[in-house]
């Protein structure tokens, strides 16, 4: 099989799409939730660069996304995780999460997500209830490839937060990670941003999608990581998430 080449021979990276969907809703006011998740979001950047650096055949791109009383992207375009910086966020009205959905549903189409991309990884990190029809916008995203394909993370904030919701969104209880006290949720966020955005490390070599078949809807060229193509199977080494009964520290949400 061909791989994907720059001129003169060296691997060609492949972009690999890392999105933030951070709830800002006014009950993470509380216990200065939001100001937890700013900083440790801020404070994981280093670490998601050094663990890029160590991943030459993807680029790791940055964007994020927040939901209130609607929904916004923070950051438009993907950032080069080299020059991405943390704009701290806000907390304030109700949980529109569908919203969310459908803003990330529109990115992850393609265009404009790039054919060639490896699976993006998203990090949803939600406090409570949706307030508005969450299905209606995760249907949405369950049609498109790009969101199967994908590595998806809840971090579920304090104990009113709907986990049921975040086990839909991810598919998978095992990757909606409990986050109860200040400790843990910032241990979450760390896990999150470093494990999951290099997933695609081990099994990241790219081969030139334009010979490989078209499935899934995936108009004019093929899925580069269908068995036809020999890729090894994306896996997620869990067996190193932080357990949140070892966080007893402070206040429990």
């Known amino acids: 099989m061909d791989e994907l080449q720059r001129p003169g021979g060296e691997l060609a990276s492949r972009p690999l799409h890392f999105f933030w969907v951070v709830d800002c809703s006014g009950s993470m006011i509380s216990d200065g939730k939001m100001g937890i998740v700013n900083n ?16 030459p055949n993807a680029q790791l791109l940055v964007r994020a ?12 375009s993907p950032v080069p995780v080299e ?42 990190l939600s406090d409570g209830q949706p307030t508005d029809d969450y299905k209606k916008g995760l249907e949405k995203l369950k049609k498109l490839p790009w969101f199967k394909k994908s590595v998806k993370i809840a971090i579920s904030i304090g104990r009113d937060a709907d986990d049921d919701v975040l086990v839909e969104f991810t598919g998978n209880r095992e990757l909606v990670l409990q986050a109860n006290n200040p400790t843990a949720l910032v241990k979450m966020i760390k896990w999150a941003s470093t494990t999951a955005s290099m997933v695609s490390a081990p099994s990241s ?8 078949p078209n499935v899934d809807g995936l108009a004019g060229s093929g899925d580069p990581f269908a068995p036809a193509n020999n890729s090894a199977p994306l896996i997620l080494d869990m067996s190193n998430i932080p357990n949140p009964d070892d966080f007893d520290e402070g206040a429990v949400w």
Do not use: H
């Not at 440790?40 to 050094?50: H, N, R």
């Not at 704009?87 to 969310?100: I, S, W, Y």
């Open 40 to 55: 440790a979001i801020q404070e994981c950047i280093p670490a998601m660069e050094s663990e890029a650096d160590n991943n």
């Open 65 to 76: 996304l927040q939901f209130s009383t609607g929904a916004s992207w923070i950051t438009a």
């Open 83 to 124: 020059s991405y910086g943390w704009e701290p966020l806000d907390a304030g009205g109700v949980t529109d999460m569908g919203k969310a959905f459908e803003l990330l549903a529109a990115q992850l189409s393609i265009p404009p997500m790039p054919a060639r991309a490896l699976p993006p990884v998203i990090v949803l």
């Open 205 to 212: 070599k790219p081969v030139n999608v334009d010979d490989a």
